[in-house]
């Protein structure tokens, strides 16, 4: 029977396929696909890890005092039993050659199965059995994180192979933004999460890959199965399960329609983004990582406005992250891969909802830290990690030679973060000068993304060269919002007066100063969004390679000198999206100048 699952639309499109079930874990656990080429040394890894732990138990019965309740010695030859047992291993084996999932990954799909089967059993004492099956599971888990890890196949390989010719969709209680990120250059089609926010960084994955996306759908994943045929309507955050033949063929055409329109939309790729009364409009991308430069630049954008540095720290644990030579290579290569082309990079965003071990938010939640987004996140990090702030500022410096980069910061809220980042970039400029090795200049900018930063602006333009507004993260601030929250992502509005009123003021602000400001927040890439931030007076907008075209139609159709009358009445109205939404449709049908339909 078909079913329906309503979420929050985050990334656009429809996406049909089948379900890939990524399970929630206790442990942190990575996901990847193997190359098919090693999956018996995969398979092996497993194995191994395995007779680790039953050595343990072996030790541990052995070891067991002689007053021990004899439950115990039971309840380890339990646990010695699921160890063997077929149904754990075999089909974990399997999981692993079949679907060449990396082995963490096959363990925790099968505990996923094996746990609805004890779900449903009659026998209370039977059911129960489920927390014995749990530990020993986390146990392999564990013993796996501990040993050396599966390779990384870094490519779509493993999928292939699987999925054969049909579309695979994701499905997670929570997907980790590192495990996010190792999918991103995967063959999924689409992701369901149970949890999340517009803004939360799965759904800004999910934008960039530009792939159609739900997220907050609550029990999707409980209520889905492996393999089930199902429906993504990223436009209207629908999930439906088992389709219909009519609903089925009723979406296959819309997917039609959609190609159809990205292949008219391609078309603008290498038009000058020029509105009507002449005005220039920068539009530029932000990526995770410097593979990305080719989509920007297909895009037709004409630079980075936001590479997300942190993704290049995450999952790889706290001992390993990444030394100044390897970064510098990273960079080298998203700066060369530009061609000239201007690169904005920003310094480490950890914390929060991207912590560095690839926690996903909801387990984040469950940690000891009580508010992660008002923790020790973003430059704070860094600041309180100088040694690794300065790897990355020499990094970025070196980077510079290679082609033009600017450096970006975000979080900053006090004049005293401000004076201690800069001290530190003097002191990097001065250790590379003496070093002798070569290295560029930077423009430095800061990202306006808390509202005492909005709120001292001036201080703000005094010591930097240019200023991004990082909407997403502002919009959370002003308005006490956990972007990743899906149980208030209802109030998460970006038409909130106080919202408009931050950022208009940012932006006059920043042009009365001569300094350049742009917004790299996801209000930038929304088509809806695009007309009042030019009548705010915005020209500088970064976005992901996939919104650049729609939002660059609707720049070519506007005029930014009648949009400009409109705002006054906007940021005074009770009711912003209301008065815009009135306003905006008069002016497009009121046939003055060649403003028409705007519709994208
Ligand atoms: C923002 O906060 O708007 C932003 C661009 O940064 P991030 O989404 O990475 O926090
Ligand atoms: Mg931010």
């Not at 080429?37 to 395995?50: F, H």
């Not at 680790?52 to 039971?74: G, I, T």
């Not at 309180?384 to 990355?392: D, H, I, N, T």
């Not at 004049?415 to 001065?430: C, G, K, M, S, Y």
Request: proline fraction near 6%; glycine fraction near 6%.
């Amino acid at each position: 029977m078909s079913i329906q699952i309503f979420g929050l639309p985050v990334s656009r499109g429809v996406a049909i396929g089948r379900a890939v079930l990524v399970a929630s874990s206790r442990v942190d656990v990575p996901h990847h696909f193997i190359d098919p080429a090693l999956v018996d040394e995969e398979i092996a890894r497993m194995i191994r890890a395995r007779d680790v732990v039953a050595h343990e138990f072996d030790v541990l019965k052995r070891d067991l005092p002689r007053d021990a309740p004899s439950e115990l010695a039971a309840l380890l030859d339990v646990h010695q039993m699921l160890l063997q047992d077929e149904a754990l291993i075999g089909a974990t084996a399997d999981w692993i050659s079949k679907r060449h999932y990396n082995a963490e990954w096959a363990l925790s799909a099968q505990l996923e199965v094996l746990a609805r089967q004890f779900d449903e059993m009659e026998d209370p004492y039977l059911r129960e059995r489920k927390a014995d099956l749990e530990q020993v599971v986390e146990r392999i888990l564990r013993t796996l994180a501990r040993g050396a890890p599966s390779p990384m196949p870094g490519t779509t390989e493993g999928a292939k192979d699987f999925g054969g010719d049909e579309p695979l969709v994701l499905v997670a209680s929570d997907i980790a933004p590192a495990d996010m990120l190792s999918f991103k250059r995967s063959v999924f089609k689409g992701f369901v999460t149970d949890v999340g926010g517009k803004t939360s960084h799965t759904a800004i994955v999910a934008r960039s890959m530009d792939i159609p996306a739900v997220v907050g759908a609550r029990q999707a994943s409980n209520l889905i199965r492996q393999d089930d045929c199902i429906i993504i309507d990223g436009d209207a955050g629908l999930v439906i399960v088992d389709p219909s033949p009519i609903v089925l063929e009723e979406y296959r055409f819309r997917q039609r329609q959609s190609e159809l329109e990205r292949s008219r939309l391609a078309r603008l790729r290498h038009t000058p983004a020029v509105t009507l009364d002449g005005e220039r409009v920068e539009l530029i991308a932000n990526i995770e990582m410097p593979e990305d430069g080719v989509a920007v630049l297909e895009a037709g954008a004409v630079g980075v406005g936001l590479f997300r540095s942190e993704f290049l720290f995450m999952n790889r644990g706290r001992d390993n992250l990444p030394d100044e030579e390897e970064q510098y290579e990273v960079y080298r290569r998203a700066v060369e891969g530009m061609k000239g082309l201007p690169v904005t990079i920003r310094t480490v965003d950890i914390g929060a909802d991207k912590p560095l071990d690839g926690m996903s938010p909801n387990e984040l939640r469950h940690e000891s830290v009580l508010n992660p987004a008002l923790g020790l996140r973003a430059i704070r990090w860094s600041l309180s990690e100088p040694g690794m702030f300065r790897r990355q500022l020499r990094a970025l410096y070196r980077a510079a030679y290679h082609g033009p980069v600017k450096i970006m910061i975000p979080m900053l809220a006090s004049l005293h973060e401000i004076r201690q980042t800069l001290e530190n970039i003097a002191h990097v400029q001065r250790q590379l000068t003496e070093s002798g090795k070569p290295f560029g200049a930077c423009e430095v900018g800061a990202m306006i993304e808390v509202p005492a930063a909005a709120l001292t602006l001036p201080i703000f333009l005094r010591h930097f060269d240019f200023l991004s507004i990082g909407t997403n993260d502002l919009i959370q601030y002003t308005l006490a919002i956990d972007r990743a929250d899906e149980a208030v992502a209802h109030l998460y509005d970006p038409w909130n007066p106080a919202v408009l009123h931050l950022v208009s003021s940012i932006i006059a602000q920043a042009r009365a100063a001569g300094k350049a400001v742009s917004v790299c927040g996801e209000m930038a890439g929304d088509p809806i969004f695009t007309e009042l931030l030019l009548a705010m007076g915005l020209r500088s907008f970064s976005m992901h390679p996939s919104q650049i075209a729609s939002v660059k139609q609707r720049v070519l159709r506007a005029d930014t000198r009648r949009l400009a009358a409109l705002l006054e009445p906007v940021l005074s109205s009770d009711d912003p999206e209301q008065t815009w939404t009135e306003l905006f449709a008069a002016l497009t049908t009121s046939g003055h100048g060649q403003m028409v339909s705007v519709a994208a």
